[in-house]
């Protein structure tokens, strides 16, 4: 596996530091950014090129689902995962074009290798 250039977009930073110290961590995984809002991935995302993206759901502005459903239009898009402390059906996921959905708590390094491996099998 080549190094898969990760970007994390969660509006809370304490959150931010925790994914990106467990991206960090994992082997094959770098981070290419860290940014707080929607708005910012938009712009990020043809800047950075990074191959998976990690997505708070509840961003304000542009919130991480329509994020997502801007990023994954374009060519060649990088995979989005979507992160959140509530649960998947509290939300319409349908067409966003995410690959997934994962919870916050439980999200480590046997996750994250979990989600780029499925990458191929969207669950959104």
């Given amino acids: 596996m080549g190094e898969v ?5 969660d509006d809370q930073e304490p959150f931010r530091r925790a994914i990106a110290a467990v991206v960090s961590e994992t082997d094959g995984f770098v981070v290419v950014a860290s940014i707080s809002s929607g708005e910012e ?5 043809p800047r950075l090129r990074p191959s998976l993206v990690l997505m708070d759901v509840n961003l304000p502005g542009i919130d991480g689902i329509e ?5 994954t239009r374009d060519a060649d898009p990088p995979v989005v995962v979507l992160l959140s402390t509530y649960d998947r059906e ?4 349908s067409g966003c074009g995410a690959a997934s959905y994962l919870a916050k708590a439980s999200f480590g390094p046997d996750i ?7 990458r191929h ?4």
């Fill in 5 to 9: 250039r990760v970007l994390i977009v």
């Fill in 41 to 45: 991935a938009l712009l990020a995302v």
């Fill in 67 to 71: 994020a997502t459903r801007r990023i």
């Fill in 90 to 93: 509290e939300f319409d996921l």
């Fill in 112 to 118: 994250l290798t979990d989600a780029w491996a499925r």
């Fill in 121 to 124: 099998r969207p669950e959104c």
